[in-house]
């Protein structure tokens, strides 16, 4: 496996909606940035409420990250991948990297004692990536 430090990541933000009430900001932050070994803080830019995250939602969050390196070490082999899905008339093959652009990746994790959904987006390190 190639060294992940090497590899392009592209954008890949995460975002969430702040917990404090009445506030309903996006804090939004790059998944790299939290996915490190350090103590990762972000902050709300409507009510500057700030997050930091513990050691178990950041662990999620560089598994994630790791998840996504993974898949670009593996995009050169994803043409040749497909899910497949029965239909009342046979199966359809959807190809694999199709499904990786056209849906949205949301994790629901507890931050603090509310279930929040961290939303991902990746923009891709070329135009290439996932064709």
Not at 70 to 78: D, N
């Amino acid at each position: 496996m190639a060294d992940n430090k090497d590899m392009p990541m592209g954008k890949a933000q995460v975002d969430f909606i702040c917990v404090e009430e009445g506030c309903n900001g996006q804090v939004v932050f790059k998944l790299a940035d939290c996915a490190g070994d350090g103590e990762f803080q972000a902050l709300c830019p409507k009510c500057h409420k700030p997050y930091v995250l513990d050691g178990a939602l950041q662990d999620k969050l560089r598994k994630l990250n790791n998840l996504i390196l993974a898949l670009r070490e593996a995009e050169p082999i994803l043409g040749a991948c497909n899910v497949v899905v029965a239909t009342p008339g046979g199966e359809t093959k959807v190809p694999y990297a199709l499904l990786l652009t056209r849906l949205n990746t949301m994790l629901t994790l507890q931050l603090g004692d509310k279930n929040v959904d961290f939303h991902l987006w990746i923009e891709p390190a070329s135009p290439e990536t996932f064709r």
